[in-house]
């Protein structure tokens, strides 16, 4: 058993946050929103904390360096295997996976919408409703999700729309966003 000093040069591994439980449970919340993976060090006479997210895990103090180690490295694998959900603040920044980007006030409030539904069909009249309280056209709606859809790529985020029952947001591959090269007739195989 080793005492939380020995833990220092450990707090921080592969973008892995180490927290003291109940004493940094204000910032769990906001790691949650940024997707980042945490591990909780749990005070020995304190309540365990309640798990809603397969980024966190927690273990008793005093704990063994061996067993911090291993929780760390799991956790540190974590966002690859189960993409968190994107968060958009209060002034339109665009969050997910550790990389962020302005929205228009317009693109963000399209953007709450389907981030509310993340990985469910959102109705192209609930996406008009919110994004144009005064109403436009379908055409434009479309146009603008569309642009919508090129900026968020590179955070590796997709919107696809599925027909006859509206847009998805959900978690791509940055490979998979990028457009694939077009080949010219010049192209010849080697």
């Known amino acids: 058993m080793t005492d939380t000093a020995s833990l220092a040069p450990h707090d921080h591994h592969h973008d892995v946050v180490v927290l003291r439980w109940p004493e940094q449970a204000l910032d769990v919340e906001r790691l949650d929103a940024l997707g980042i993976p945490r591990l909780l ?37 974590r966002p690859t ?49 919110h994004g144009w309280p005064s109403g436009t056209s379908i055409e434009a709606m479309r146009v603008q999700v569309s642009r919508m859809r090129r900026r968020i790529a590179p955070l590796g985020l997709g919107i696809t729309r599925v027909r006859r029952n ?11 966003a990028k457009p694939s090269p077009r080949r010219s007739a010049l192209d010849t195989e080697p």
């Open 81 to 129: 295997w189960h993409p968190s959900r994107p968060c958009v603040d209060d002034v339109g920044l665009l969050s997910y996976r550790h990389q962020s980007l302005f929205l228009s006030p317009l693109d963000e409030r399209l953007a709450r919408v389907l981030i509310e539904h993340f990985g469910e069909a959102v109705p192209e009249t609930t996406l008009l409703e």
């Open 166 to 176: 509206g847009y998805v947001m959900h978690h791509e591959t940055i490979e998979a």
């Open 41 to 77: 060090l749990v005070e020995p006479e304190a309540a365990p904390p309640q798990v809603s997210s397969c980024l966190q895990d927690w273990i008793r103090l005093p704990a063994d360096d061996a067993d911090v180690r291993a929780r760390i490295e799991v956790l540190s694998h």
